[in-house]
């Protein structure tokens, strides 16, 4: 069954730093593109960031840029989201998700919950 | 940014009636390879997004033939053709072509 598992979710204080990975399974995982998107509770869907096969082209929201970095390592087959410097504007459901081409994300994980508050 | 502006925001349909979102968008989502990448979820009450619709009109997998997708350029629509119970949650469409990709609002789709 193809699987995208996330993990790495916690409180964290504001100015504070977590690590997310998404493991995934039971597909050509070196050949997809990979995607974080975030819910914040109660909120909407937000594209975080994006990784190309081999890591060398990677994208993000402005309201991340130079605090979170996606990276992948294509023979564990888990993409992370390393969040640095995080704020309350932050909290939210982190998805990990895989699409089928131009961001039409077609399998997705069940989430890992970052709450940042002091 | 590409804004993209879903209306209504909510709507209340009694079962096997008709029901319809617009999504708007303030770019065209052409592609020049010939493609708008306009995609639509549903978040249904405590679950993961699913992909119902991508590029416009293209059902995903399993997805059942009642839902519809349309529109051109920047003006798109989804449509459900007999509202089922199962059909409650929020919709989101996407654009997926400008950076940063940007979803809607999402519209909350309730059963009367």
């Known amino acids: 069954e193809v699987q995208l598992v996330e993990s790495g979710g916690a409180l964290v204080q504001p100015g504070g730093s977590l690590r997310l990975s998404c493991a995934a399974s039971?597909?050509?995982?070196?050949?997809?593109?990979m995607h974080w998107v975030r819910q914040a509770p109660g909120k909407g869907l937000v594209w975080v960031s994006t990784i190309n096969t081999d890591g060398t082209t990677t994208r993000y929201v402005d309201s991340v840029k130079g605090r979170f970095t996606i990276s992948r390592d294509n023979v564990k087959n888990t993409v992370y989201l390393q969040m640095n410097s995080l704020g309350v504007e932050d909290t939210a459901l982190y998805y990990c998700?895989?699409?089928?081409?131009?961001?039409?994300?077609?399998?997705w994980g069940q989430g890992t919950m970052v709450t940042v508050s002091s | 940014d590409v804004v993209v502006t879903q209306t209504p925001l909510s709507l209340s349909v009694t079962p096997g009636q008709p029901a319809s979102i617009s999504c708007k968008s303030t770019q065209s989502l052409l592609h020049r390879d010939g493609k708008t990448y306009l995609h639509w979820f549903l978040q249904r009450p405590g679950q993961t997004p699913q992909l119902l619709i991508f590029?416009?009109?293209s059902r995903f997998s399993g997805v059942p033939d009642r839902f519809s997708g349309s529109g051109s350029g920047t003006d798109f629509t989804l449509k459900i053709s007999r509202v089922e119970a199962e059909d409650v949650g929020i919709y989101y469409c996407l654009q997926g072509i400008h950076l940063p990709i940007t979803f809607g609002q999402g519209t909350r789709l309730e059963i009367k």
């Open positions: 039971a597909f050509s995982f070196s050949n997809s593109w």
């Open positions: 590029e416009v009109s």
């Open positions: 998700a895989r699409d089928r081409g131009w961001h039409a994300f077609h399998v």
